[in-house]
């Protein structure tokens, strides 16, 4: 694989179009999204999700997960939804945001620490998936935008998406973020609570500062950490739970 930043990572012998590397020396592991040039939600990038996540449940069950975006002149994370796609039809859109749930709900329960790190623009469902993350991780000096739009368009989140998507924030910053469709540069989205951790780093270096910081954490730690995780994230597992018939509607466009 080629990199733009310097880690010495075993691969693993699977194909898939996300990359899922050991970090050699520590107990991380780097996620690569490159499933499409902006990482743009459809279903082929749910399944290369799914598949990722099976990777590293499989192969590194005490590892730290960073997710990251390939390094490309689109400069993005993860766009959102291809609405092209998935609002082609209503058995298409049901098809693909039940999926999409069911990997934002196994990503958020993951039962070891989970890293976003913003090497890109991490835009409406894009933002979505970072949300589930334990931690949302930029650096000083980004230019990139964190946000969820889509209150500006017309799609509202379902339901389980947004109760996932708000987990992670005060009520207050919830309501702002979501409700507002605003994208914000990453010291706001640090006041808020959209990203959690800015890191002394450039872009060129950030994944090996975001490797460095997630070390912290080691893999005799891990099993400790996923029964407090479990633990603190359970109120909202139940939510989720309690709420999940009926979560995915119709889509509604703006008129």
């Given amino acids: 694989h080629?990199?733009?930043?310097?880690?010495?990572?075993?691969?693993?012998?699977?194909?898939?179009?996300?990359?899922v590397e050991r970090v050699v020396g520590h107990d991380v592991v780097v996620v690569t999204i490159?499933?499409?040039?902006?990482?743009?939600?459809?279903?082929?990038?749910l399944v290369d999700w799914s598949t990722a996540l099976d990777a590293v449940e499989e192969h590194h069950p005490h590892c730290s997960v960073l997710f990251c975006a390939h390094a490309t002149?689109?400069?993005?994370?993860?766009?959102?939804?291809?609405?092209?796609?998935?609002l082609r039809d209503r058995d298409t859109y049901t098809r693909n945001v039940v999926l999409f749930e069911k990997l934002l709900l196994r990503t958020y329960?993951?039962?070891?620490?989970?890293?976003?790190?913003?090497?890109?623009?991490?835009?409406?469902?894009?933002?979505?998936?970072?949300?589930?993350?334990?931690?949302?991780?930029?650096?000083?000096?980004?230019?990139?935008?964190?946000?969820m739009n889509e209150a500006l368009l017309g799609?509202?989140?379902?339901?389980?998406?947004?109760?996932?998507?708000?987990?992670?924030?005060s009520h207050a910053a919830a309501q702002q973020a979501i409700l507002s469709g605003s994208w914000y540069d990453v010291p706001e989205a640090h006041r808020l609570g959209l990203v959690t951790d800015v890191l002394d780093a450039s872009e060129t270096?950030?994944?090996?500062?975001?490797?460095?910081?997630?070390?912290?954490?080691?893999?005799?730690?891990?099993?400790?950490?996923?029964?407090?995780k479990s633990i603190l994230k359970?109120?909202?597992?139940?939510?989720?739970?309690?709420?999940?018939?009926?979560?995915?509607?119709?889509?509604?466009?703006?008129r």
């Avoid at 270096?205 to 407090?228: C, E, F, W």
Wanted: net charge positive.
């Fill in 109 to 147: 329960t993951l039962p070891q620490p989970t890293y976003a790190v913003l090497n890109g623009n991490c835009l409406a469902g894009g933002c979505c998936i970072a949300m589930t993350c334990d931690f949302r991780v930029s650096f000083t000096g980004s230019s990139y935008k964190i946000g």
């Fill in 34 to 45: 490159n499933s499409n040039k902006v990482n743009c939600i459809n279903a082929a990038l």
């Fill in 234 to 254: 359970e109120p909202v597992v139940q939510r989720v739970r309690l709420s999940s018939t009926g979560s995915v509607r119709a889509p509604l466009r703006a």
């Fill in 2 to 19: 080629t990199h733009t930043h310097t880690l010495h990572t075993r691969a693993l012998n699977i194909a898939m179009p996300w990359d």
């Fill in 155 to 169: 799609v509202p989140l379902p339901t389980l998406t947004c109760i996932l998507s708000a987990a992670g924030l």
């Fill in 73 to 86: 002149r689109y400069r993005t994370w993860s766009s959102g939804l291809d609405f092209s796609e998935t």
């Fill in 205 to 228: 270096n950030l994944i090996p500062k975001a490797v460095q910081h997630a070390s912290r954490i080691t893999a005799d730690h891990v099993p400790g950490y996923a029964v407090m």
